[in-house]
Every structure is written in structure tokens, then in C-alpha cells.
């Protein structure tokens, strides 16, 4: 596709359910990012993939949540045994190889996750 | 770690008239890039403009400038005659580029300020 994609748009959950939100980046976007956004709020990052590079996941809030890239592309962020309190929007952004004039990072529409 | 700081969490201004968003950001080091981003209520993030640390000249995109002081680590976005489709939130963003480490890349980004334009 043109932009990335990511999947579901929208995903309410009971409580203490898992939940995968997918996130496919623009071909050959070797980085890839995670944050979340609560209502009204600023952008809290998660984790960034870079190429082959070991992840950083500094930003993920506790060991309930995980995330992974499989062959360098798709990505998929798991909340596992969900609380009310991760009820915001995923967003996900991709960009290509960080080489000089190579930096703008393309975000998708994001999943907003609503746990009841 | 990089910070990113948006004191003005709201912000309005009047149709055809100019409005600034400020943005200060900590960091330690010399190379880098910084960016405005504008998210509508569609949730869209759209890139407006983006500045390199090693360029003394302040970027211009049509309506948009900023002006970039980088002793004083502050980034501010200045935008004229403004439109009722400018109103978004609006991001300041830092972004790594020192080589080396997980963090090389990595995008920060400030708490926004939401820019209402009045008719």
C-alpha cells in the first residue's frame, strides 16, 4: 500500500484480555515506531525498530506489553491481560533507513483500543 | 534522554493573522533534527516542517517557518495568515542522529498544543 496500514481501526475488549494491534510501514521502511496517545494528550513512545538493530524498548509501561517485528516488516504490539488504564490510540509510524535528507517518519490512522 | 517541551497547551488565533507555538527540547547532543507535526481530529499526523541541527538557516514551508535557536535549544513554530484548516494539534519532534546505540533515529515528541483559528 501506499501508507502504512494498521489494523483493527477500532478494538473494544473486556478487561484482562490480550490484544494484538498490527501495524504494516511503507515498503522498505526499515524503522518503525509505536506510541500511544491518550484523549486530548501528547504522544508517549513505546518502542522503535531500527533495520536489525536490537530494539529499544524503553517506553513500554510495563512487561504486559511486547511487540515484535517479524522479516523487518509487519510489527504487532501485544497487550496482554488489558486494564482500563491502556484504553488510548496506537499509533504506528515507519521511515526509511536514518541516512542524512532520509527522515521524515509516515504515521497510519491508528487503532483505538478501548477496554471495558 | 532527549525531552521535548510544549508549554502552551492551547493556543488561538484569528483568521489571517499570525500565530507562534514554542518548543524547547534537552539534549546532549550536536547532531540532530527537529520537526513540526500537525494532527487534525481525522488523527492523521501530517508532516509540516522539519529543520536539520547543522543548518543555521531557519526552514520555510509556504505559510510555515520557524525559528531555530539552537544555543538556547528552542524551536519555534511560526505560522502566518492562518486558516480555519490549520486548526489541529500540533508536535514538536526531536530526532536523533548520532550514530550508534539503540536510540539512534529515535523520534521524541513534546505534549502538544491544540490550535483553534477563529473566523
Known amino acids: 500500500g501506499a501508507g502504512v496500514s494498521q489494523s483493527p481501526s477500532n478494538k473494544v475488549t473486556e478487561k484482562g484480555k490480550d490484544v494484538e494491534l498490527r501495524c504494516d510501514p511503507i515498503?522498505?521502511?526499515?524503522?518503525l515506531y509505536w506510541y500511544r496517545q491518550s484523549l486530548g494528550q501528547g504522544l508517549e513512545f513505546l518502542i522503535y525498530?531500527?533495520?536489525?538493530?536490537?530494539?529499544?524498548k524503553s517506553g513500554l509501561p510495563s512487561d504486559r506489553f511486547s511487540a515484535e517485528r517479524t522479516g523487518g516488516s509487519v510489527s504487532t504490539l501485544t497487550i496482554q491481560r488489558t486494564q482500563q488504564e491502556d484504553s488510548a490510540v496506537y499509533l504506528c509510524a515507519s521511515s526509511l533507513a536514518f541516512v542524512s535528507g532520509n527522515t521524515e517518519a509516515f504515521f497510519g490512522q491508528g487503532t483505538r483500543l478501548t477496554v471495558v | 534522554a532527549q525531552t521535548v517541551t510544549q508549554s502552551q497547551p492551547e493556543m488561538s488565533v484569528q483568521e489571517a493573522e499570525t500565530v507562534t507555538l514554542s518548543c524547547t527540547y534537552d539534549?546532549?547532543?550536536?547532531?540532530?533534527?527537529l520537526f513540526w507535526y500537525k494532527q487534525p481530529p481525522s488523527r492523521q499526523m501530517i508532516l509540516v516542517i522539519r529543520q536539520e541541527a547543522y543548518k543555521q538557516q531557519n526552514a520555510t514551508e509556504n505559510r510555515f517557518s520557524v525559528n531555530f535557536q539552537k544555543a538556547a535549544k528552542s524551536f519555534s513554530l511560526k505560522i502566518s495568515d492562518s486558516q480555519l484548516g490549520d486548526a489541529a494539534m500540533y508536535f514538536c519532534a526531536y530526532r536523533s542522529a548520532s550514530a550508534g546505540g539503540t536510540s539512534y533515529g529515535k523520534l521524541t515528541f513534546g505534549q502538544g498544543t491544540i490550535l483553534t483559528v477563529h473566523p
Open positions: 515498503s522498505g521502511h526499515t524503522a
Open positions: 539534549t546532549s547532543e550536536s547532531d540532530y533534527y
Open positions: 525498530f531500527q533495520g536489525n538493530s536490537a530494539p529499544d
